[in-house]
Every structure is written in C-alpha cells, then in structure tokens.
C-alpha cells in the first residue's frame, strides 16, 4: 500500500478545470454498445479502473472492442450476440459492472461466473439477485447468493413489477437490462427517483421506455442500434473541485463541461442552500444528458440538513460534502443515507473515522453522520480504504491543514480519476 504526503496549507485555487468524462455514464455507453446491433462510438469515455473492468468484462463475452485514451469504439452484435466467457468475469472494483451486468448474464443462454476485488466480496447482492431471480434467473453464489462470486444460469425471463425497497440506480438498472430480454413488460417502481443514465441511453440507443412519476416500464424483446455517444464530465468528480473553491480562502475555480442531470445534481442545491457563490451556465443543447460549465468562489458557509428525496442526487458526493460541512458555521445533519454502508467502504464510519484524524468534529449516525463547523484542521496520517471517493476527499482537507498529511493508498482514486492529484495541484 503506497503513502503519499498531500499538499497543506493551500493559499488559494484559482484556474480552469475539465473534469474526466462521467463514470456511470461511460459504463453504461459500453453495455448498451455491446447489446446493441452496429457500431457505437463513445467520446469522453473516462478511462478510469472501473471503466475499464467493464470494457474487459465484454472482450471476454466477445465483443470487439477499440479503446485509445478517452475514444471508445464498440461492434456491437445485438444482446444474442454475447459468447459464453472462456473464463470468469472480473469487474475489479466496480460495483456499477457487477450489479449491472448480472442483469444482461441473467437471460443469456449460458453460464458465467463473475466476480471482482476483496471490496466487491463484501459488497451485498441480495437486493440484485432477489429481483431477478422472481424473473427467473437463476443466481447462485456465497450464503445463498448474496455474495460473489457468483454463477448466473442463462435463463428465458419472463417481466414482472418491482418495487424498490430502497432507490438505487444500480438495481433498478440490472431489472432494466433483464427487462429487455424478458418476455412481456417489466416495471419498476422506485420510492424516490435515483439517477436516470439507464433510461436516458435506452432511449438513445433506440429503445421504448416509458415513466409515469416514479414508475418505470420497459416492454421485452427490444433490439438496440449503435449509435453515437459524447460523455460529459462527471459531476462527482467536479464536486471535490466545489467543495474546495468554496471552502479555501482566496479561491475561484471554473469547471467546463459538467453534466447537469437533474438526477446528479444534489450537490449543487446544497452549495447553495450553505451559502456558496456559485455560478451555472449550462449548455444549449439537445443532448439527453445537459451540461455546462460551473464557477465556484469561497464563500461563508452555514450549517444545513440533507435528507429524504435529495439523498439519491448526491449519494457519491456524501464524502466530501462531509468535508464541506466541517467548514461551515454551525451544525450540518446528513440522514436517510444508510446506503453509504455498502459502497466501496462503509462510506459513513470511515469518512467519520478518516475526518477526525484530522480533527474535524464530526459523529456517524445509524444512516447519516452530524458535522460540527466550523473546524480548524490540523494533519496526521490517513487512509482511502481503497475508496477513490474518500482518497480525494482527504486530498482536498489536505489542502486546509496547518500540519503534514500523508495518505495511505492514494492510488485508489485512479479508479474514477487518474489525473486528480495533477489537476488538484495545478490550481495551488
């Protein structure tokens, strides 16, 4: 495990940054690319560790596929097209490949094993394989299937009506992608809306799919065509960007080519709601996926409460958030997020954890955590668990503390951002 002495002590950020291209956007343009007849080409791609597990995934399941930097392009031979893997599927760290892809292995007419990292082994299943299994997949794998590896009998699926105990993109998206291979109609209702990529690509890709508030409904049998796809830049990695222009005196940092779906952009309602000078100006554009670009200043910050429908918006950008919080005046409540306990880490105890290392005051809660600001902090030697979220979190506290800090497995945040620590320091 390497360590890496972060940047303190940071004066200001001033400058211009183009973020990489956004993560569930990329994996999702692959999947879609490979299931879908013809040729898709993907710009913007973000060739991150996670992306490229899912590329890896389908050149096992033998689909040609050309990728050079952030260019991306897929022969596509329809979803019947997939080959039966010579071996297992790795998704390395990416819980996005894993979830999803068990929702097009589900209806193949083949058997597959696919597994991923020791974080992935500890990552629940359940809330996939349960959904599908009523379909008619049939799942086996560690206590029951809840945990990889896990085999996947092809199976014929057969549409059915879901709904969501919990709103989570991922397993409303593998239902999808079984739903499309399922005989009859597949609906999914979800108790709050949760990220929209899936049902945004369908329709790019040429596919029906129809919403009714928080109901989804896909008819099976759908074939896709290829098609052309621009990646805009990912707002969970513009948001350690936010956070830090706002939270270092003497900052303004412009960031271009931000995706703004409504469905992604939590952050910046709390930015405001804590009294953050930020500008946007979005695109014009008729891409189902808006963008823009987006200026942050330092700014007085007070204390706010994030729950209920806005959680979903925001869920990968709790990390730093929790950061952001620490240097607003007052007290800041983060609830209804039980969901950050099965992501990379348990996201609520080791940001908590990793946060008072450096002496913020901050507590977990049984689905949330409170932060007390406003908080000077100071330095110490921590850890990114192999959470590329937390890892560039620290990286931004850094940058406030007044003694060093050195970071344990700061190689993790290549997972959604290789170039970070060279963007982060160009500004200082």
């Given at each position: 495990m390497s360590e890496k002495k972060l940047m303190i002590n940071s004066k200001s950020l001033n400058g211009e940054?183009?973020?990489?291209?956004?993560?569930?956007?990329?994996?999702?343009?692959?999947?879609?690319g490979a299931i879908s007849k013809g040729v898709t080409k993907i710009e913007n791609f973000l060739p991150g560790a996670d992306c490229l597990s899912t590329i890896a995934c389908f050149r096992s399941l033998g689909i040609d596929i050309e990728q050079e930097g952030s260019r991306v392009e897929i022969s596509g031979r329809g979803i019947a097209g997939?080959?039966?893997?010579?071996?297992?599927?790795?998704?390395?760290n990416s819980g996005t490949t894993i979830r999803l892809m068990i929702g097009i292995l589900a209806g193949m007419p083949f058997e597959s094993t696919i597994q991923g990292d020791d974080s992935i082994a500890k990552r629940p299943m359940t809330r996939v394989t349960a959904p599908l299994s009523k379909m008619g997949a049939q799942i086996s794998g560690r206590n029951g299937g809840e945990y990889t590896p896990l085999t996947i009998k092809g199976a014929k699926l057969r549409g059915i009506?879901?709904?969501?105990?919990l709103a989570s993109a991922q397993v409303k998206s593998a239902i999808l992608l079984a739903g499309?291979?399922?005989?009859?109609?597949?609906?999914?209702?979800?108790?709050?809306?949760?990220r929209n990529h899936t049902e945004q690509m369908i329709r790019q890709f040429g596919g029906m799919i129809k919403q009714d508030g928080n109901s989804i409904v896909i008819e099976g049998g759908q074939e896709l065509a290829g098609t052309n796809i621009s990646v805009p830049g990912d707002i969970s990695s513009a948001a350690f960007f936010l956070v830090a222009g706002a939270i270092i005196p003497g900052s303004e940092i412009l960031l271009r080519n931000v995706g703004l779906n409504p469905t992604r952009t939590g952050i910046l309602d709390v930015l405001k709601a804590m009294g953050a000078n930020i500008a946007v100006e979005p695109y014009d554009s008729d891409s189902s996926e808006p963008a823009g670009d987006i200026r942050v200043s330092h700014s007085k910050l007070r204390g706010t409460v994030i729950e209920g429908e806005l959680v979903p918006r925001l869920i990968d950008e709790i990390p730093v958030i929790?950061?952001?919080?620490?240097?607003?005046?007052?007290?800041?409540?983060?609830?209804?997020?039980?969901e950050l306990k099965v992501k990379e880490t348990n996201r609520i105890d080791t940001v908590v954890n990793e946060l008072k290392k450096l002496g913020a005051r901050i507590e977990a809660t049984s689905d949330g955590m409170v932060i007390h600001g406003k908080t000077t902090l100071t330095g110490g030697r921590v850890s990114a668990h192999g959470d590329h979220r937390i890892g560039m979190m620290l990286s931004v506290a850094a940058l406030l503390c007044s003694e060093d800090v050195y970071l344990q497995d700061s190689e993790s945040v290549a997972v959604s951002y290789p170039r970070f620590f060279e963007d982060l320091y160009s500004l200082a």
């Open positions: 940054i183009t973020v990489p291209g956004d993560k569930s956007i990329s994996h999702r343009a692959v999947m879609f997939l080959q039966k893997p010579a071996g297992i599927l790795d998704v390395g009506t879901y709904e969501l105990p499309l291979q399922a005989e009859g109609r597949t609906t999914v209702i979800e108790p709050v809306k949760s929790a950061l952001l919080a620490a240097q607003a005046e007052g007290k800041t409540v983060i609830k209804d997020a039980a």
